[in-house]
């Protein structure tokens, strides 16, 4: 299993970025996949989970600004950030269910 995170940067406070996750080493369309994320000095805290029939789940400190998509022909699971905030700074990783391993994380950092 290999999941490889990308699409993180730096943007200012109210904007966007959409984050990828490209998976491999396992038939993709079978797993849920989640978001969590990291900020500094704290546990990670999920994000964002999307099963295999498309059904979604978002942190109440997301819902309404961030969307979960997969792509299953691409074998990639997408996070668009809209309105971003301060708070929202951290390392953000994606996973699957009923595997321990994390990728190795992109950075957003949101500030003016």
């Known amino acids: 299993v290999q999941l490889v995170e990308s699409g993180g940067g730096l943007v200012q406070p109210g904007g966007s970025l959409r984050l990828s996750c490209a998976a491999s080493g396992f038939v993709f369309s079978n797993y849920i996949m989640t978001w969590y994320r990291q900020a500094p000095g704290k546990g990670r805290e999920r994000v964002s989970t999307i099963d295999t029939e498309d059904i979604t789940w978002y942190a109440d400190s997301v819902k309404g600004r961030f969307t979960i998509s997969r792509d299953n022909t691409q074998n990639t699971v997408y996070l668009q950030m809209n309105n971003l905030r301060p708070e929202d700074t951290a390392v953000y990783y994606c996973?699957?269910?009923?595997?321990?391993?994390w990728g190795q994380g992109t950075q957003v950092t949101v500030s003016s």
């Open positions: 996973k699957r269910r009923n595997y321990d391993g």
